[in-house]
């Protein structure tokens, strides 16, 4: 197994030699896959459930400006971190750049099935502007606490299927094509920090990572709870209906939150690093999954062909 073994003497991991405690045989880098022209085929495209569609709705729209927001701080510390970690940066940079490119797409078929998303679009903008405006530290602990959240709901998605149950196939397939690159990269901002912080004490870097953990959670789940209940509100469905179907869906079944509780918590434990658990095994489950979709599509920049899609690829250019 990759990563960097528990110490119960210790309040976090000490950074290895390498600077990275990914897998060696781990290649990280961008499969580009095009989904633009998938199909939303029904306004809740998750098999129907108006709860199931709204969380899923609710956390692409955070993807555009988020992983952009973590390329622009990984990309600052590229040139004095040591050779291995410095390939991730690079592969970690070009994964995310497709994503942020095809969940753009993604969250304009959510605006073309009459969502209005601005709210959620507002105050995603407020937070990044405002761990933006922190020293540079703060906003990488602040990426590598977002990145394991991502990373454990994406492990999460693809090990229940219950999750995709029924969905709209090309939607599902982009959605297991993602999760399986945020699974891949998961340690690359947590080696980054490691490295950042190495001349730290253990229990300082513990310490702040920590706090940062609690804080950055609260405020994804009441952020990411408040967009769904903005967008269930446009679906017709409010009060003690939203909220029971939601609870259930939540913390029952299929429980993102709750399935998600244990890994969440391990980023507490002494020793703790993404890969001391090594389930390289999902990403090849995705794989599978989505591999069909993926063998008759086009070369490169054959699906960028409307105005619109341009101006996005252009955009993430200035990046990437």
């Excluded at 390289?280 to 069909?292: G, H």
Aim: hydrophobic share 40%; aromatic share 12%.
């Amino acid at each position: 197994m990759g990563g960097i073994s528990p110490d119960t003497d210790v309040a976090d991991a000490q950074p290895a030699i390498a600077g990275s405690a990914t897998p060696a045989d781990l290649n990280i880098q961008s499969r580009n896959r095009h989904f633009a022209n998938a199909a939303m085929e029904r306004r809740r495209w998750v098999g129907g459930d108006p709860y199931a569609t709204a969380f899923f709705n609710a956390l692409s729209i955070t993807f555009p400006k988020g992983e952009t927001f973590f390329m622009k701080v990984l990309k600052q510390y590229r040139d004095e971190v040591p050779e291995k970690l410095a390939r991730e940066i690079r592969g970690f940079v070009q994964q995310e750049a497709v994503h942020s490119r095809e969940h753009l797409f993604f969250n304009k078929h959510i605006e073309d099935s009459d969502f209005d998303t601005s709210r959620l679009e507002q105050t995603l903008t407020d937070v990044i502007d405002n761990i933006a405006s922190m020293p540079l530290i703060m906003q990488l602990v602040a990426t590598t606490c977002l990145e394991h959240l991502t990373a454990i709901m994406a492990a999460e998605f693809i090990a229940n299927p219950k999750h995709f149950h029924d969905a709209d196939e090309e939607q599902r397939k982009m959605w297991l094509w993602h999760a399986s690159e945020e699974v891949e990269h998961k340690g690359v901002a947590y080696d980054t920090w490691l490295h950042a912080t190495r001349d730290w004490s253990r229990a300082r870097r513990w310490a702040t990572k920590s706090v940062f953990m609690v804080r950055i959670s609260m405020g994804f789940a009441k952020n990411r709870t408040k967009g769904i209940f903005d967008l269930l509100r446009q679906d017709g469905i409010s009060g003690p209906r939203a909220w029971f179907g939601f609870l259930h869906y939540a913390l029952v079944s299929p429980a993102p939150f709750r399935r998600t509780l244990l890994p969440w918590f391990q980023f507490f434990l002494p020793g703790f690093h993404p890969w001391n658990k090594d389930d390289r095994d999902l990403i090849q489950l995705a794989e599978s999954e989505y591999e069909a979709a993926i063998m008759d599509q086009p070369d490169q920049d054959d699906t960028i062909a409307t105005l619109g899609e341009r101006k996005v690829k252009k955009r993430l250019n200035k990046v990437a």
